[in-house]
């Protein structure tokens, strides 16, 4: 860390309690409109309870003499982030993913909000091990797992990060069409979209393409690789489906041409109002990102193997 004393960037999300109140004015509004949906309020504030005790129990943690900063998530993309930072996503494991485009280097720490407010794979550190980790990070002695990142470029140096994937498809996840490039082959498809991950993002949308069409990969977060899945692809006399599923490995690359008229887009982690145009005739260039996100592990045992 610089000898300047870090500044703590806590990132959040509005919860799905107060998306109810904002939406419904009042509690009791809130509460009517969940009945009329067999569904009860006391579920939702119970969550909303325990993030608001973990943002409370973190911003505690932080020393005195430090600063400390906070961000909204449908505010990253106009908060500068700098290198002293030590940036915390305090809620599911989705923010750890929507900020990680975002940063270049700094530490991250997940904190878990509660059991019931994420699956502990990104958002994994306890309230409790906040304190003694921002000392760790302090003396450059914290537990960092540096996960594998993708990166998509286009022309005009335009380029677009991802921590669990990139999609490549039509804004409509309708056909799409378009040359694929890779490893000295080269095919035209017409498919759902092309999806390239991670091993952070092997968990989730890939997990569910590779239990489906029985093709498995074994890859971890920290490998320097990346998979790459054609969604359907259509087999005629024009498109092929071949070049289906591969791996792009650090030095290497995957290319696509567009062949879609007006809709293609590339999104990252799921965020599809932030994406670069894959119009017809736009090439783009996905390979292993030269940054990785520096997670930082929880001290208590038993985390999740991932």
Not at 68 to 89: G, H, K
Not at 250 to 271: K, P
């Amino acid at each position: 860390m610089s000898s300047l004393a870090p500044r703590v960037v806590l990132v959040t999300r509005q919860s799905e309690y107060q998306a109810l109140l904002a939406a419904h004015g009042t509690r009791g509004q809130a509460a009517f409109f969940l009945r009329s949906r067999d569904q009860d309020i006391d579920e939702v504030e119970a969550v909303h309870a325990a993030l608001q005790s973990a943002i409370q129990q973190t911003k505690a943690a932080v020393p005195n003499d430090w600063s400390v900063a906070s961000v909204e998530r449908d505010d990253l993309d106009r908060f500068l982030f700098t290198e002293n930072d030590i940036v915390m996503a305090i809620g599911q494991d989705g923010l750890v993913a929507n900020l990680a485009k975002y940063c270049s280097g700094q530490p991250v720490i997940g904190v878990m909000p509660g059991q019931s407010g994420s699956e502990g794979i990104l958002t994994r550190v306890l309230p409790g091990e906040v304190a003694p980790l921002l000392r760790l990070i302090e003396n450059n002695d914290a537990p960092i797992e540096r996960r594998t990142m993708v990166s998509a470029r286009a022309g005009g140096g335009e380029t677009l990060s991802a921590l669990n994937e990139l999609f490549i498809g039509h804004r409509s996840h309708q056909s799409a069409r378009y040359f694929i490039h890779s490893a000295g082959q080269e095919e035209y498809q017409s498919s759902s979209g092309v999806i390239v991950s991670t091993g952070t993002g092997a968990t989730g949308w890939a997990k569910s393409i590779m239990t489906s069409t029985h093709q498995m990969f074994e890859i971890l977060p920290t490998d320097p690789t990346a998979l790459y899945f054609a969604r359907e692809p259509w087999p005629s006399h024009l498109s092929g489906c071949e070049m289906r599923a591969g791996a792009i490995r650090e030095g290497s690359v995957l290319q696509m041409t567009s062949r879609i008229n007006d809709g293609g887009v590339i999104f990252a982690d799921g965020i599809e109002q932030d994406f670069m145009r894959f119009d017809w005739g736009r090439r783009v260039t996905i390979s292993i990102a030269d940054k990785t996100l520096n997670l930082v592990s929880g001290l208590h045992e038993n985390l999740p193997a991932h």
